[in-house]
């Protein structure tokens, strides 16, 4: 790409295989590969390792000055501790509601297990009064109203238990 000034873009592929390069280049490519001192083999390498060292230990310049890469890194690392928090978050919304809903179902079971039983046992009733009446028994009827065990008494005498 050329520019007005005679300036030229260069793009180099750390991992390329074609072309010939230089054995500097090579070097400084696989140095910008991986920054480290042990990858700092020539006088050049060593000097551009004192300024990251230096820039390094500057917590500012740092973080400022810090590889995209390393960034994107930490931001993924932070994205993703956040995604466990988040799902561990949701998973145990999501159980608290089952769980609630598992009671509300439970409850509802109950309630209508009782409504059944008070409905057979008015039915229960009605037909006892019924039955009574026919057979003109109204003190029976009328002792069976205030007296449970009595009342259990005429039921198995009119076997409706």
Avoid: C
Avoid at 59 to 76: A, I, P
Avoid at 116 to 143: G, P, V
């Amino acid at each position: 790409m050329p520019y007005e000034d005679d300036a030229e873009t260069w793009v180099l592929y750390t991992r390329g295989k074609k072309g010939n390069i230089s054995e500097s280049l090579r070097q400084l490519l696989s140095y910008m590969e991986n920054t480290n001192q042990n990858n700092a083999i020539n006088e050049d390498l060593r000097d551009i390792q004192q300024m990251v060292d230096q820039v390094k230990r500057d917590g500012e310049v740092s973080l400022r000055y810090m590889k995209w890469f390393e960034h994107d890194q930490m931001m993924y690392e932070e994205g993703r501790e956040q995604g466990r928090k988040d799902a561990q978050e949701s998973a145990e919304r999501e159980r608290k509601i089952a769980e609630q809903e598992r009671k509300n179902a439970e409850r509802e079971r109950q309630i209508a297990e009782q409504e059944k039983k008070r409905a057979e046992a008015a039915e229960q009733k009605n037909e006892l009064t019924k039955r009574l009446l026919a057979d003109q028994r109204i003190d029976d009827l009328q002792r069976a109203l205030d007296d449970p065990a009595f009342r259990d008494q005429l039921l198995q005498e009119y076997d409706m238990n």
